[in-house]
């Protein structure tokens, strides 16, 4: 099946910093999705982003799915943005969400 | 904003007993995923409906996990026995139709075995 490669696994950063979490995975993709997941365990969605770019706020993101990555971009990070983000793609023979292992960010004041 | 319900969202039970959780999708969605999470790990998927029907049980561990959707709408998981190494927490999921489109999750069902 599909592999998912999240990077890095664990990120520190003072608050006020940028930073760029990537994904990479195996095969042709039909979705990819980008999560956080809050302190209570909910998953929340972040991006849709099956390809190409789309930016909400603070957030970004780019999918090149001829390349088999994508990354999320984070700037001017807060201490809410704290918690571990998950990329999980779907292949196109597939019909579920298969989810990197995450990246825990930890931004302090 | 709709949103996918789950309950109960805690439940500490001990070894051997029966266990039990709901989902109840966004109105309209007709796929429902249910996905296991053991701490430190992503999600991984145990079984997934189109309406009624399943269409990948392949991860469950059908000695002890059973899943159902009777009327296509909400659903029930169900453990018997737990085990210790159930300690999960337990997602479900849906969209609105097919294999394509954005999921989305509940707050999910925190299980604790001892």
């Known amino acids: 099946g599909i592999q998912v490669e999240q990077s890095p696994p664990d990120l520190i950063l003072q608050e006020g910093a940028n930073s760029t979490l990537r994904c990479n995975f195996s095969?042709?993709?039909?979705?990819l999705q980008w999560f956080h997941q809050n302190p209570w365990g909910q998953l929340i969605n972040l991006f849709y982003?099956?390809?190409g770019t789309k930016q909400n706020g603070r957030l970004s993101a780019t999918t090149v799915a001829t390349e088999r990555y994508s990354l999320l971009y984070i700037s001017s990070s807060q201490t809410t943005d704290s918690g571990v983000y998950f990329c999980?793609?779907?292949?196109?023979?597939?019909?579920?969400?298969?989810f990197g292992k995450g990246t825990t960010l930890s931004v302090s004041s | 904003e709709a949103e996918v319900a789950q309950s109960p969202r805690y439940k500490i039970t001990e070894k051997s007993q029966a266990v039990a959780f709901w989902c109840d999708p966004i109105?309209?969605?007709?796929?429902l995923y249910w996905y296991r999470q053991i701490l430190g790990q992503g999600p991984e998927l145990l079984v997934q409906?189109?309406?009624?029907?399943?269409?990948?049980d392949s991860q469950l561990p059908k000695d002890r996990f059973s899943a159902e959707r009777l009327k296509g709408v909400d659903s029930t998981l169900k453990i018997q026995p737990a085990e210790l190494g159930d300690s999960a927490m337990y997602l479900c999921?849906?969209?609105?139709?097919?294999?394509?489109?954005?999921?989305?999750f509940g707050e999910g069902s925190r299980l604790t075995v001892l």
């Open positions: 999921a849906s969209r609105r139709q097919g294999w394509t489109g954005e999921l989305f």
């Open positions: 095969d042709s993709v039909n979705n």
């Open positions: 982003i099956p390809s």
């Open positions: 999980a793609v779907e292949s196109q023979a597939g019909t579920a969400l298969i």
């Open positions: 109105s309209g969605h007709a796929t």
């Open positions: 409906f189109q309406d009624e029907s399943v269409v990948d």
